[in-house]
């Protein structure tokens, strides 16, 4: 007397599980860089004009200048490898791409680079004595601010975003 086993079931989930470990790291990456992307967006917006300047020169990732983040276009489903992202901004006469070779590995975690290459950037953010009068600036705050908004959020759309992402395998 025989026993008969269907392992289809489990072969299926075998191969949905290798499909997930391949993509799993550009899944977090498309996700770190949207968040990025929102950094950048809410820092813009908090970040005061005098000459525009300042705001103008916050960037992203590896040294590429980016000019705004008012929509992003993530490249369709099948180009797994690198997802790019355009920014457009109503001022610029030009577009500026960043994708996921932007977040680079340290150990386990993967991290981005938002800055501003603004000599007085750094004292906008934190505050300053002014030079002659001996009073203190107040900063502004605006990329901590951000960040902060942001990190509050994340939880909620990763769960919400990797959620759609094992959905879709």
């Known amino acids: 007397m025989g026993i008969k086993v269907d392992m289809s079931g489990l072969l299926e989930l075998r191969r949905q599980l290798v499909t997930m470990d391949k993509e799993l790291d550009d899944f977090c990456r498309k996700f770190l860089l949207q968040m990025g992307l929102r950094v950048l967006a809410l820092v813009k917006k908090g970040t005061p004009v005098d000459s525009g300047y300042l705001r103008l020169n916050w960037q992203i990732g590896d040294g590429q200048t980016v000019i705004a983040s008012r929509q992003v276009n993530i490249a369709p489903k099948g180009q797994r490898k690198r997802y790019k992202v355009k920014f457009y901004n109503k001022t610029s006469a030009f577009n500026q791409k960043a994708t996921i070779n932007s977040i680079r590995r340290e150990g386990n975690n993967l991290a981005i680079d938002i800055y501003n290459g603004a000599d007085y950037a750094s004292y ?41 992402w094992v959905a879709g395998i």
Do not use: C, D, Y
């Not at 934190?126 to 990190?151: D, K, Y």
């Not at 994340?154 to 759609?164: C, G, H, I, L, T």
């Open 124 to 164: 906008v953010e934190s505050g300053h004595v002014t030079v002659g009068r001996n009073s203190w600036v107040p900063g502004r705050f605006m990329l901590r601010l951000s960040m902060e908004q942001i990190e509050r959020e994340m939880p909620a759309r990763f769960q919400a975003a990797f959620k759609a």
